[in-house]
């Protein structure tokens, strides 16, 4: 009986002594064939584990500090990096692009205005596909072509309407081009935002979205519903749609632009407080918007929630980060919120302070931002203070 009555305590001592089974951050439902993975806001990792380690590697700023009469570019458009990490910086203002070595120090410049060969009117677009430095000039729809050293060598052109925003960039050898396009039907016109995968030639292979509203938009709110934000790995697209206020999504397509799987993540809305109603008027009407009294209340309006995602972006370790909105209550406070995820799991979440431009800007319809991770580095740009930085992380 004694014996029975030692071995009952250990059983009970062994039971009570296992660490319980570590709970799931997520669930996995299947609708209509297409699995579904609904995180919880509750990390699945320490932060510490994300390894995030966030370092400024260098600054390039438009103006030389050590000389004031040295001006590199007055109006920073757009960059783009090669395989050797030089980094190529589109200049608006003087219709040139700029080469910097992996360091940050000026190498040459190249382009210029005009329409002969290696010129054009009003770049676009400016990408860099192995180790091809691309300009797309919107006025003739041409693709100007030019080795790392600056040395013009063809032209493809863009078989399409045109076109008045285009965003391009290199994945996965192809390049990806994101514009904004119009088609008159009658009377009406119709606004579309496109998202394309093309050649080196520039001939489409295949279009992964096409949403269109009616133009003009009534509001930036309608504009903002058919906005996305796209991301690339290697064998996957993640897309979402910048204009939902109401739940976090992230669909995920192959390079035919079939939807093979969603990610979700429990969101409660955001209202937007006075405090952020305020500047965002303000940053609006320092750029010519809200003129009228009129237009200033219609804006007013449609400040109402934030939108749940802003942008999306894929990291050196083919992690997607995603760029949500959050509760800002000191304005001062530019720190981007980045909820991580690893094949569709929410890891954790990190706040990093990047120098771009209007971090948290609330109805933000480009598709593209300041923001570029590739060759295991971020790059930053700042429109406003004309620069870029580069960071290790």
């Given at each position: 009986?004694?014996?029975?009555?030692?071995?009952?305590?250990?059983?009970?001592?062994?039971?009570?002594?296992?660490?319980?089974?570590?709970?799931?951050?997520?669930?996995?439902?299947?609708?209509?064939?297409?699995?579904?993975?609904?995180?919880?806001?509750?990390?699945?990792?320490?932060?510490?584990?994300?390894?995030?380690?966030?370092?400024?590697?260098?600054?390039?700023?438009?103006?030389?500090?050590?000389?004031?009469?040295?001006?590199?570019?007055?109006?920073?458009?757009?960059?783009?990096?090669?395989?050797?990490?030089?980094?190529?910086?589109?200049?608006?203002?003087?219709?040139?692009?700029?080469?910097?070595?992996?360091?940050?120090?000026?190498?040459?410049?190249?382009?210029?205005?005009?329409?002969?060969?290696?010129?054009?009117?009003?770049?676009?677009?400016?990408?860099?596909?192995?180790?091809?430095?691309?300009?797309?000039?919107?006025?003739?729809?041409?693709?100007?072509?030019?080795?790392?050293?600056?040395?013009?060598?063809?032209?493809?052109?863009?078989?399409?309407?045109?076109?008045?925003?285009?965003?391009?960039?290199?994945?996965?050898?192809?390049?990806?081009?994101?514009?904004?396009?119009?088609?008159?039907?009658?009377?009406?016109?119709?606004?579309?935002?496109?998202?394309?995968?093309?050649?080196?030639?520039?001939?489409?292979?295949?279009?992964?979205?096409?949403?269109?509203?009616?133009y003009p938009p009534k509001s930036v709110k309608e504009e903002l519903s058919i906005s996305k934000a796209i991301a690339v790995s290697k064998d996957q697209i993640y897309m979402?749609?910048?204009?939902?206020?109401?739940?976090?999504?992230?669909?995920?397509?192959?390079?035919?632009?079939?939807?093979?799987?969603?990610?979700?993540?429990?969101?409660?809305?955001?209202?937007?407080?006075?405090?952020?109603?305020?500047?965002?008027?303000?940053?609006?009407?320092?750029?010519?918007?809200?003129?009228?009294?009129?237009?200033?209340?219609?804006?007013?309006?449609?400040?109402?929630?934030?939108?749940?995602?802003?942008?999306?972006?894929?990291?050196?370790?083919?992690?997607?980060w995603v760029n949500e909105s959050r509760h800002i209550e000191d304005p001062s406070d530019n720190r981007m919120k980045f909820s991580i995820f690893k094949d569709g799991i929410?890891?954790?979440?990190?706040?990093?302070?990047?120098?771009?431009?209007?971090?948290?800007?609330?109805?933000?319809?480009?598709?593209?931002?300041?923001?570029?991770?590739?060759?295991?580095?971020?790059?930053?740009?700042?429109?406003?203070?004309?620069?870029?930085?580069?960071?290790?992380?």
């Amino acid at each position: 009986m004694k014996n029975l009555i030692v071995l009952f305590t250990l059983i009970i001592l062994i039971s009570c002594s296992k660490k319980p089974e570590a709970q799931l951050n997520y669930e996995i439902k299947v609708k209509d064939g297409i699995e579904h993975i609904i995180n919880e806001n509750r990390p699945s990792v320490p932060v510490e584990d994300l390894k995030i380690d966030l370092k400024i590697s260098f600054v390039i700023n438009g103006m030389d500090t050590l000389d004031v009469n040295k001006c590199y570019f007055s109006k920073v458009t757009y960059f783009t990096v090669d395989s050797k990490d030089n980094i190529f910086i589109y200049d608006e203002s003087k219709v040139k692009v700029n080469k910097f070595d992996n360091a940050g120090n000026y190498i040459q410049n190249f382009g210029g205005s005009g329409t002969g060969p290696g010129e054009f009117r009003y770049a676009m677009g400016l990408a860099c596909l192995n180790d091809t430095i691309l300009v797309f000039d919107t006025n003739s729809r041409k693709l100007n072509k030019f080795n790392t050293d600056g040395k013009f060598y063809g032209t493809s052109v863009m078989n399409s309407k045109v076109s008045l925003f285009n965003k391009l960039y290199v994945a996965n050898e192809n390049i990806w081009c994101h514009r904004l396009s119009f088609k008159r039907d009658g009377d009406d016109l119709e606004m579309y935002k496109l998202i394309e995968i093309r050649d080196n030639h520039f001939n489409v292979l295949t279009v992964i979205d096409s949403s269109s509203i009616e133009y003009p938009p009534k509001s930036v709110k309608e504009e903002l519903s058919i906005s996305k934000a796209i991301a690339v790995s290697k064998d996957q697209i993640y897309m979402t749609d910048k204009g939902d206020c109401f739940t976090f999504k992230i669909s995920v397509l192959n390079e035919s632009g079939d939807l093979q799987k969603v990610i979700r993540k429990k969101f409660a809305r955001m209202k937007i407080s006075d405090k952020e109603k305020e500047l965002n008027t303000k940053e609006m009407q320092s750029k010519g918007f809200l003129e009228t009294e009129e237009h200033l209340e219609e804006y007013l309006k449609i400040l109402d929630y934030k939108p749940a995602i802003r942008w999306i972006h894929v990291d050196k370790y083919d992690r997607l980060w995603v760029n949500e909105s959050r509760h800002i209550e000191d304005p001062s406070d530019n720190r981007m919120k980045f909820s991580i995820f690893k094949d569709g799991i929410y890891l954790n979440s990190a706040l990093l302070d990047l120098d771009v431009t209007e971090p948290n800007f609330i109805n933000d319809v480009l598709y593209g931002n300041d923001l570029v991770f590739t060759n295991s580095k971020i790059y930053a740009m700042n429109t406003s203070e004309n620069r870029i930085t580069v960071y290790e992380y």
